[in-house]
């Protein structure tokens, strides 16, 4: 269920995998992402097993409307049969709620200052590393009074495996000179991660970079190795 997970005082750090759950081919089996077509049914009842092993209700484990932007949201609480957010970030500073980011490739970012009790989940593709949505999330933490923030960048495509048009490695290059990457066949490519990770750092955020390639580790989902497939989530929760 969890290929990584972490505990750092009162903060809970997971990225999970494909594995432990109940949807069907092409997305067996941990699928946690609602909008690429599997079965509603077994994506809610992935998520609550999910927050079961977290501890929480499942109401407390809450995603995004992910759009490739940088938007970010600051929450307190459930939904309660409201919408998600249409953003790219969630940030709270209540305890016993776990944000989630969810990835098939772009870059979970989950941050948190455990002292001033503030904690973010951010969603970084190629779109989000160039519109600053880390940056974006950091502005948010601070905003609610958080000052020593650290980062868990985990598993994504890698530079090697992401390849890209070469107008869009240059314009890559102009926001973020650490993504500009070159792939196994030696054309164009992005690590959006090693950008990611260097914005982080641009604004003083200590970081750990947990090691992995989506593309290359079958038990994560990976868009660009299978196309049809699920999401895994990188996912934050601060205790009481």
Known sequence: MFSWRAQTGRVTWAFTDRHGGVSSAPFHSLNLGGHVGDDAADVESNRAAVATSLGLPRDRLLFMRQCHGREVAVVDG?????????????????????????????TPVLLADGEAGVVA????????????????AIQRMRDLGAREIKAVVGP?????????????????????????????????????????????????????????????????????????????????VLAP
């Open 78 to 106: 459930p939904w309660n049969g409201h919408e998600a957010p249409a953003v790219d970030g969630l940030v709270t500073a209540t305890s016993g709620v776990a944000l989630a980011a969810l990835v098939a490739d772009c």
């Open 121 to 136: 989940a951010v969603h970084a593709g190629r779109p989000g590393l160039l519109a600053g949505v880390v940056p974006a």
């Open 156 to 236: 994504s495509v890698c530079g090697r495996c992401y390849e890209v048009p070469e107008e869009l490695r240059d314009a890559a290059a102009e926001i973020a000179p650490a993504s500009v990457a070159v792939s196994w066949s030696g054309t164009p490519a992005i690590d959006v991660a090693a950008g990611v990770v260097s914005q982080l750092r641009a604004n003083d955020v200590a970081v750990q970079w947990v090691p992995g390639c989506a593309r290359e580790d079958s038990s994560l989902f990976s868009y660009r190795r299978d196309g049809l497939t699920g999401r895994f989530a990188g996912i934050v």
